[in-house]
């Protein structure tokens, strides 16, 4: 039997959820296109973070900054210095690894794909930077890097943010946006690529008040999976890093962990981290820029450089983990139905139309003219090209909620069956009630 990443994996290519980038030659490694379920899917994750933390607060504001930044940026951030992996090489199978990711038998290492003795352990640094020039010649052009995560754009862009929105601190910059990695690591489908997508914010606040609001952030995002999302508890925990964890900015990080069906390892890994990043980033862009990146309390008659407390959120995590969390087979009548039990919120559509049959003109006519009436509320599809059994199949493997299905009774009792995902119960309702049928049933 296929492990169960085996067969999320499947099912995103045959629903068109994920596919390989550039399939067609070969696909590119560690590089993926989310195709039409997949783009939905994302864009209701990213609209419930937006929704919940940038359009129902007042403390938050919005950002969307460039992905091509220049150098200075990242000689202030630490990341052309520090943002490294040692890296091993394989002599046998000429792939590479981090030090980590080898297999150690007591005083020895192996190769974790051919199994080969590692007999020379010895690290190089790689740096994660994609780096690019702008400029018709590269030889007279300034070098310039594509982000690797969206934070540096709201750093830079603070004394914008403070000067035009006149926020008062605790107040945020939020952002979702790419970001860029020339990651190694290549074997866990989406959850570590090369290009990716981030939802962070940095929540600017007053020094002696870090820890505080560090402690509400770890607690409110943690939160937001499972009551915005739907996630249940039971995969997700807090993990505080040690000491020796934390990166060269932060005073303390904490990671909300998903247990990811993953079958080599450890399961539980990184969804979001949050972080205490201290004042080091405004300090170190003022210091290198020579702009004052204080902010003045008028209230308290002080200037002080704030502390940065950092949800940073990975969508195409969440997306793993919304799908893995969601997936279930069931045996129902002797076959096994595959389901993806997503909450509603999230799925990337919450209403299939099919007629019964699709050689009665007036069956698909009437399904055609409900779909069109549902669609301006709901995101809805249409589908006739195989029996109702194999509808239903189809829905339930992209997580649809409902179905509804027009007969030939319908031409008569002004009536259409509604089937739920979940349950697979069945229910008639009249036309003139659909809408505020799924009005009640789809409320968030």
């Not at 499947?10 to 590119?28: A, E, M, Q, T």
């Not at 150690?104 to 790689?126: L, N, T």
Request: charged share 35%; aromatic share 12%.
């Amino acid at each position: 039997m296929k492990d169960k990443l085996t067969e999320i994996i499947s099912l995103c290519k045959r629903r068109g959820f994920v596919f390989s980038s550039c399939d067609i030659y070969g696909g590119l490694s560690a590089v993926w296109d989310y195709g039409p379920l997949g783009v939905l899917l994302k864009k209701n994750i990213k609209d419930i973070w937006w929704r919940t933390y940038v359009e129902k607060r007042g403390d938050i504001v919005g950002l969307d900054s460039s992905i091509v930044m220049s150098e200075p940026v990242f000689l202030a951030s630490g990341h052309l210095e520090s943002f490294t992996d040692l890296l091993v090489d394989c002599k046998s199978c000429k792939k590479r690894f981090k030090k980590e990711e080898l297999i150690q038998k007591e005083d020895k290492f192996f190769c974790p794909e051919c199994g080969a003795e590692i007999e020379e352990v010895q690290p190089r640094q790689f740096n994660l930077m994609i780096k690019t020039y702008l400029g018709p010649l590269e030889e007279s052009s300034k070098p310039v890097y594509l982000r690797p995560e969206t934070a540096q754009g709201i750093f830079t862009n603070f004394k914008n943010v403070l000067d035009t929105m006149h926020k008062k601190i605790p107040f945020g910059i939020a952002q979702i946006g790419k970001a860029f990695r020339n990651e190694i690591t290549t074997k866990t489908f989406i959850f570590r690529t090369r290009e990716f997508e981030q939802m962070e914010i940095e929540y600017f606040v007053e020094p002696e008040k870090a820890e505080d609001y560090y402690h509400y952030w770890v607690e409110e995002r943690k939160r937001w999976y499972i009551e915005e999302l739907g996630i249940s508890p039971k995969n997700l925990r807090v993990r505080e890093h040690s000491l020796q964890e934390l990166a060269h900015y932060a005073q303390a990080c904490s990671d909300v962990e998903f247990n990811f069906p993953f079958s080599d390892k450890e399961n539980w890994r990184e969804l979001e981290g949050i972080a205490n990043r201290g004042d080091f980033d405004l300090s170190s862009h003022a210091k290198l820029s020579k702009e004052d990146l204080s902010y003045f309390d008028p209230e308290k008659n002080r200037r002080y450089i704030p502390y940065v407390i950092e949800p940073s959120a990975g969508v195409d995590r969440t997306f793993l983990a919304l799908i893995s969390d969601a997936y279930c087979e069931e045996e129902v009548r002797g076959r096994v139905r595959v389901v993806l039990k997503l909450d509603k919120r999230v799925s990337p559509y919450k209403i299939a139309v099919f007629p019964l049959l699709k050689n009665r003109p007036e069956l698909v006519e009437l399904a055609r003219k409900i779909y069109q009436d549902l669609s301006r509320d709901f995101v809805s599809i249409y589908d006739d090209t195989a029996a109702i059994g194999k509808l239903y199949r189809r829905q339930d493997e992209i997580g649809t909620p409902f179905c509804v299905t027009v007969d030939v009774e319908s031409l008569e009792d002004k009536k259409v069956t509604v089937r739920d995902r979940d349950t697979m119960s069945q229910l008639r309702i009249d036309l003139d009630n659909l809408k505020n049928f799924f009005e009640d049933s789809l409320r968030c």
